[in-house]
Every structure is written in C-alpha cells, then in structure tokens.
C-alpha cells in the first residue's frame, strides 16, 4: 500500500484550508449519493514533531500502519474515503450510525496497535453531516470546512461532534454535555460534543482547559 511521504504530510497540512472547500474524489465514489452525509475528518496529533523524533524511514512505516488501520475501519462501516491529507483521512457515510461506529473504531484500532502506542501516535476525529454539493468528482460546500475546523478542535484520541449530528444519533450513542467553540470560517459559535464510550453517563465537558476529558476510543 502506497502511503504518503513525510514531505508530502507537511504540503498536505498546508493546502488543508483549501481542502475544507474543494474536495477532489481520490476515486470514484458512486455509492455517494446526493442528499444528507455524515462526513469524518481525522488528524494525527503533533505528526510534524513525531516525523522529527522518529525520523522519515521510521515515521513512514508508522504512517503505513496509520492510513492501513484507517482505511480497513472505513471499509468497514461501508463508509468511503474520500481524500487522503497527508496525516489524515476525509471519510463519507450515508448514516450518522455508521460514521460514530467508525471512528469509535479508529480510535480503538488506533490505541490498540503497540507499534503506534510505542510511538505515542495519537488521532483527533471531528464529525458532521451536511449535504455537500457534488460536481463530477469534486465534494464541496460549508459543511466540508465546518468538519475539518470541529477536527481541529477535538482532543487527542477523541471524537467531537456537531449538534446535528448529536441529535441525528440520539438515542443510540452518549456524548458529555458539550461545549460553545467559534470555528475559523464560521460566523457564529457552534455547541460541539464529545462521543463518550458505549454506556457511559453524560458529564460536562472539559473544553480546552486542560481538564481529563472522556475517552471517546470506547476501549
């Protein structure tokens, strides 16, 4: 499996703002229909410094790893990766379900993995459901950037939600009491959530302050 060099991860983090609003398919995707999608976006914590410490021969095989235990829980969960970012994925699902079982399972594959463990490699993971506008084998629009900013937002090894997508998953997942963040090319707060692990109390949320959050891995 071919992966990306660590040169390639740093252009990548640099064209992100560009990826957030014009997304270009990595391979035809016919199973994405038009109409509602629950979108993922994932980064890897620290990945320049970690590149640095463990230098490029061993930093590569560390992200061979990363991008296989991804790409195998997006498969999964009948999900579809739509771009690859240097450090991370941008995965679409036709349910809300599919797309939190996903990344529940990142984060458990991620931290069950002792050669990812040995190297501290740690996984944010933001998740929203819109509908972006698709044209030929391009994905685009507001709700694509709005999931790359709430993947920036979000704790190492956890998952954070938007409210649409709490709601859309009421019932079926928990998630801790959520916070008031301002997202950079949003114009108004939003209220994001932790995805807690299956069967765990509501609790308030720690945002950005430092304070232990829940561990969304499920592990």
Do not use: W
């Not at 079982?101 to 002792?114: N, V």
């Amino acid at each position: 499996m071919q992966s990306a060099s660590p040169k390639a991860s740093q252009d990548a983090r640099r064209a992100k703002p560009a990826l957030a609003q014009i997304i270009t398919l990595r391979r035809s995707v016919p199973e994405l229909a038009d109409g509602l999608l629950a979108l993922v976006v994932t980064d890897i914590e620290g990945f320049t410094p970690l590149v640095e410490r463990l230098g490029d021969v061993a930093a590569q095989h560390v992200l061979q790893t990363h991008n296989r235990i991804l790409r195998q829980r997006i498969h999964q969960h009948a999900g579809s990766e739509v771009a690859h970012t240097g450090d991370g994925v941008i995965a679409a699902f036709r349910s809300v379900a599919a797309a939190l079982e996903c990344s529940r399972a990142i984060q458990r594959g991620l931290g069950d993995s002792k050669q990812l463990r040995r190297t501290g490699l740690r996984a944010r993971i933001g998740v929203h459901a819109g509908e972006p506008l698709r044209e030929e084998e391009r994905l685009f629009g507001q709700c694509v950037n709005v999931t790359v900013r709430v993947c920036s937002q979000a704790g190492a090894g956890r998952v954070l939600v938007t409210d649409v997508v709490r709601q859309l998953a009421q019932g079926r997942f928990s998630f801790d009491a959520g916070a008031s963040y301002t997202l950079k090319g949003v114009s108004s707060p939003l209220r994001l959530y932790q995805l807690l692990s299956s069967g765990r109390l509501q609790r308030t949320a720690a945002a950005r302050d430092g304070n232990s959050q829940p561990d969304a891995s499920g592990a």
